[in-house]
């Protein structure tokens, strides 16, 4: 069976295998050892170029959704792009500080800001916080007062459209747990516009992931510009307009739209009601780092059986956890595709974790042997950043390649990094 490497450009077959930018991976795995995330970086600005394209010309601010990827030689790619960032927690502003990051540019996203958190990121001098719910507005206007200062906000709309994705990464339905109702919303905006600690800049939404259709795109925006255009008519004046992120990636055969020709469209419906003269903000995650990234692995065993082959690989659950956790699809390749296809044979390529659910890929037709090694593509965004140290596992090491340049982004976790901040009982 024919492997292809779905929406990822800046990987290919060379002489010596699967090569990213200038470099063979194989011999990234030899030298850094598996398993072992490696990006382009070329990858990372060609997908970012896109979004810049689409906004040439207008006032926008691209706000990099660091929870896709946080490392911090990846935020620093984007940072130095000029991009912003979206934060969830106080870590994330951690980070930002760390890879030197333009604190008026970020953006604090999240249903459960704590008092801390906000603290911290007033203090720091962020852009806007993304307020969730009528409560978060009166704890962050008190927590603003007590610091003498005014908390530049922005209201995050669940617009209830369905944003067809996968269910546990659909936050515009009325059932989700983001944002405040349409129907509320010039409400609250009324009643934030009331507050002395608040300072009104923005509207905000977001309707989930990996999304590969327009239409919900363009349905989203209506409802965000309907209100809009009612918030302003009760004189409250908003200087951006924040449409999120979310545009999916191609995994395996979907088609999502590119952004640049996405955001030719949604322009064009926000001129059409004469709003153009707002910053536009978006917060992508995924389709700026999904493709740029893969994970490396080596075969262990292989494990024939009577209904499946098992493909053991030294890559877990805990390192890339997108399958187990939402069944999904990351093409499985290897690094040296050198046999002939009579030897192939069709495995379930899975982890050493103790749990079925550890799969990185099901009937997957693979020629291979142990001690090979194989790449699982489309591992930039949300793989690393969701990795865990289930079953006292390290996490893996991470390489930036830039040219023919590899940059040890991240070491791979030792043991004794593990049991750190731990003592025995007595
Ligand atoms: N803004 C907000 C408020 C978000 O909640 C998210 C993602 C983003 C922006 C970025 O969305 P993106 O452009 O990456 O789609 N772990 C899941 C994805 C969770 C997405 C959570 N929110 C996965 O692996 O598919």
Redesign the pocket.
Known sequence: MKNTLPGAPYFHYGDTGLMVEGLALSALAQEHGTPLYVYSKASMVGALAAYQAGFAGRKAQICY?M??NSSLGVLQVFARAGCGF?IVSGGELARVRAAGGDMAKVIF?GVGKTRDEMRDALAAGIGCFNVESEAEIDVLNAVAVAMGLRAPISIRVNPNVDPKTHPY?S?GLKGNKFGIAHERTLATYQHAATLPGLRIVGIDC?IG??ITEEAPYLDALDRMLDLVQAIEAAGIRLEHIDF????GIQYQNEAPPAADALWAKLLQKIDARGLGEHTLMI?????LVGNAGVCLTEVLYLKPGEQKNFCIVDAAMNDLP?PAM?Q?YHAIVPLEPTKTADEAAVYDVVGPVCESGDWIGRDRALMVQPGERLAVMSAG??CMS?ASNYNTRGRAAEILVDGDRAIVIRQREAISDLFRGEQLAD
Not at 244 to 247: E, M, N, V
């Open positions: 959704a929870k896709a979206d996203s990464i936050t977001h992931s990996q999120g992120g979310g545009l917060e992508p995650g995924r389709s997108r939402y999904a965004a949300y969701m």
